[in-house]
Antibody, heavy 120, light 106 residues
Framework: EVQLLESGGGLVQPGGSLRLSCAASGFTFTNYAMNWVRQAPGKGLEWVSSISGSGSSVYYADSVKGRFTISRDNSKDTLYLQMSSLRVDDTAVYYC?????????????WGRGTLVPVSS | EIVLTQSPATLSLSPGERATLSCRASQSIRTSLAWYQQKPGQAPRLLIYDASNRVTGIPARFSGSGSGTDFTLTINSLEPEDFAVYYCQQHSNWPTFGQGTKVEIK
């Protein structure tokens, strides 16, 4: 079964750091671009970051550029999001999502999400 | 940044009726548009990509159309499990999502 499982969320203070992980299973991880998408409580979806299958290309939303770093370990089938200088408005459920092969900017498999509340 | 505007914000319909959801882009995105369904407490689910390509396993009552700036998601004969929030998403440059349309039971 194709599956993504996020972990690492939890309460963090403004200015703090956190690393999210997303474990993939059921597919050849290195063949797919991967993404992080977040959703603030009661709000819509916001794309955060993307990384190519090899990890050589990365992309960020302006709202997180310079503060978040996306990476992947293809030997462990795991995607990461290192978040630093966190702000209250970063509070959200963070989903990892797989890009469709050939259409990497559309997301066909999603994890259940991990909640990151940023509060003092 | 390309802005996607979805309308209406809420659609109140009865099971068996047809739902027509609109998504308008602030500039042409050709057919670089997807539709997602999200139910409370769940992750989004991809329904349609490239404006009209239905994902494998998605029922045929879901269809997408449009190009350029105007797009439509049609759900023929609503089933009880179709009541949810629907988002459009473009990737002409960086991915952005619309604000969502809630399809609720009338």
């Amino acid at each position: 079964e194709v599956q993504l499982l996020e972990s690492g969320g939890g309460l963090v203070q403004p200015g703090g750091s956190l690393r999210l992980s997303c474990a993939a299973s059921g597919f050849t991880f290195t063949n797919y671009a991967m993404n992080w998408v977040r959703q603030a409580p009661g709000k819509g979806l916001e794309w955060v970051s993307s990384i190519s299958g090899s990890g050589s290309s990365v992309y960020y939303a302006d709202s997180v550029k310079g503060r978040f770093t996306i990476s992947r370990d293809n030997s462990k089938d795991t995607l990461y999001l290192q978040m630093s200088s966190l702000r209250v408005d970063d509070t959200a459920v963070y989903y990892c999502a797989r890009g469709i092969r050939g259409h990497p900017w559309f997301f066909d498999i999603w994890g259940r999400g991990t909640l990151v509340p940023v509060s003092s | 940044e390309i802005v996607l505007t979805q309308s209406p914000a809420t659609l109140s319909l009865s099971p068996g009726e047809r739902a027509t959801l609109s998504c308008r882009a602030s500039q042409s995105i050709r057919t670089s548009l997807a539709w997602y369904q999200q139910k409370p407490g769940q992750a989004p689910r991809l329904l349609i990509y490239d404006a009209s390509n239905r994902v494998t396993g998605i029922p045929a009552r879901f269809s997408g159309s449009g190009s350029g700036t105007d797009f439509t998601l049609t759900i023929n004969s609503l089933e009880p499990e179709d009541f949810a929030v629907y988002y459009c998403q473009q990737h002409s440059n960086w991915p952005t999502f619309g604000q969502g349309t809630k399809v609720e039971i009338k």
